[in-house]
């Protein structure tokens, strides 16, 4: 059969509540027109983000009630790092709340190892933790507007020219995210693991993955890079893993759960650092900030994650919706990534200037045809007034980020979609611009008031 299922059955449901487009009109004004005040009942599709937002399955409920909620030495503990230990092949695993604890640890332990963090592209949360660990902040992706498939690569020549202008011993790490959320959710290819990696060992510096969605990552491989479509997923995964000294991981993405994060790695005094800030931080190391519960729901997440029926049904669910996007007209990032629909706002609204952030208009747009709830990645979270130049300086793109969480929407929740995009598409030209009232000092994009331009 040519048609691609959702591989799973429903058997507890969450209500939706529907708003007319005038209550809608109302809500989003009283949320100062932006998404992150909205409450989630307010909100028919929530395509905010896929982090924490997966459905888990009748085995991971079942799991939670298995769990050992002891203090130290956990059973629950030991089942989660053996599926890690399994999978990664690193040696030490240790759990943390959530990613960005494991990039926090990581950090501070990094920054005395050398001044610089070069990646394909910092996500913002370990942008952050970089900086507040006083390092430089090197992104090296190739050129998004190159033919290559694998548009989440690290630039090689770029990266060995970096090492040499800053000297290997002031780059304290290289992290390669998978898939390249920053950049589209764009996959990375093997070879280039391979070639970092090769690159990070000749120059000693510690290679670590940021592996939030390594599976979708890994079947992004299975398909498209030659040599691997006959390889299982959890083997081309295991494989990734093999070319790095650690990995960070945000289990809300690829693990299907609430909650949860590791980080794992090889070398023991590192290791060890790690456990004495995790101790002070998170927890216990063989709980880290979570409950025994989390750790059984992310070990059976872990194994649910590389089904190969279920990597094909979520890629293509997400390359449906592109397709139909692109049908409409709507420009987006192509191909389509691993876990959302990148819309490129400043081309679809080319009448509002990026000062008046095309990409906030947008996301307004579909809260109020159609109560869909995305998020805008441009100017708003990225752009700023630059004092010296006495200039507002635009972020380099104006992006509208629709992330699909995991097994929460059927094929009618996105061909409901669509149809809004639809709707917004055939009035783009009415859309107007926005400005900010009232804003922060820092990540703007979560609390700042918006008001239309007309
Ligand atoms: N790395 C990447 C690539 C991420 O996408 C995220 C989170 C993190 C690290 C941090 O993980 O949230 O568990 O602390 N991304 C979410 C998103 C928030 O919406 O893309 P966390």
């Known amino acids: ?25 109302n809500i989003l004004k009283n949320a100062f027109y932006n998404p992150f005040k909205i409450k989630a009942e307010d909100v028919v599709i929530d395509l905010l983000t896929d982090s924490g937002t997966s459905a888990m399955s009748s085995n991971q409920w079942g799991k939670l009630m298995e769990a050992d909620e002891s203090y130290a030495g956990a059973k629950s503990f030991f089942r989660f790092e053996k599926t890690v230990k399994e999978l990664t092949g690193f040696n030490h695993i240790i759990p943390t709340h959530q990613g960005r ?21 910092h996500f913002d949360t370990t942008r952050a933790n970089a900086a507040v660990n006083n390092m430089v902040i ?4 190739i050129n998004p507007e190159s033919n290559f498939y694998f548009k989440g690569n690290m630039d090689c020549k770029l990266l060995l020219e970096k090492i040499n202008e800053v000297g290997a011993s002031n780059v304290g790490l290289i992290i390669m995210t998978i898939t390249n959320n920053a950049v589209g959710g764009q996959p990375v290819s093997m070879q280039n ?13 510690p290679y670590y993955i940021d592996a939030c969605r390594f599976a979708e990552n890994a079947y992004f491989i299975k398909k498209h890079e030659k040599g691997f479509s006959d390889h299982s997923v959890k083997s081309i995964a295991q494989e990734i893993f093999s070319y790095a000294d650690g990995c960070t991981m945000s289990a809300k993405k690829d693990a ?37 519960r989390d750790l059984e729901a992310i070990a059976e997440g872990l194994n649910e994650i590389v089904d190969e029926k279920y990597l094909e049904y979520r890629l293509r669910s997400i390359e449906y919706v592109g397709e139909k996007f692109i049908k409409i007209g709507i420009p987006i990032i192509e191909p389509v990534g691993g876990h959302a629909i990148f819309i490129n706002a400043k081309k679809m609204l080319p009448h509002i200037s990026t000062e008046h952030f095309p990409g906030q208009s947008l996301v307004c747009a579909f809260y109020i045809e159609g109560g869909v709830r995305s998020c805008e990645i441009g100017s708003v979270m990225f752009g700023k007034f630059d004092e010296q130049l006495n200039k507002f300086v635009a972020a380099p793109n104006e992006y509208v980020r629709m992330a699909i969480p995991r097994r929460v929407y059927t094929q009618s929740h996105m061909d409901y979609l669509v149809e809004v995009g639809e709707e917004v598409y055939k009035k783009r030209e009415e859309l ?17 008031h918006f008001e239309p331009l007309s």
């Open 256 to 292: 299907l759960v609430n909650m949860g994060g590791f980080l794992a790695l090889n070398d023991s005094e590192v290791a060890e650092e790690a456990k004495n800030q995790l101790i002070v931080t998170e927890g216990f190391p063989t709980y880290g900030g979570l409950s025994g």
């Open 432 to 448: 107007s611009g926005f400005k900010i009232i009232k804003e922060p000092k820092l990540l703007r994009h979560f609390s700042a």
């Open 101 to 121: 604890a494991a990039e926090n640890i990581l950090f501070k332990i990094f920054h005395n190892k050398g001044k610089v963090s070069i990646s394909n592209t």
């Open 193 to 205: 693991i391979i070639e970092v990696s090769s690159i990070a060992k000749k120059y000693k510096i």
């Open 1 to 25: 059969m040519k048609t691609i299922i959702e591989p799973f059955k429903i058997k507890s449901v969450e209500h939706i509540s529907f708003t007319t487009r005038e209550e809608r009109i």
């Open 138 to 141: 090197v992104d090296l992706p």
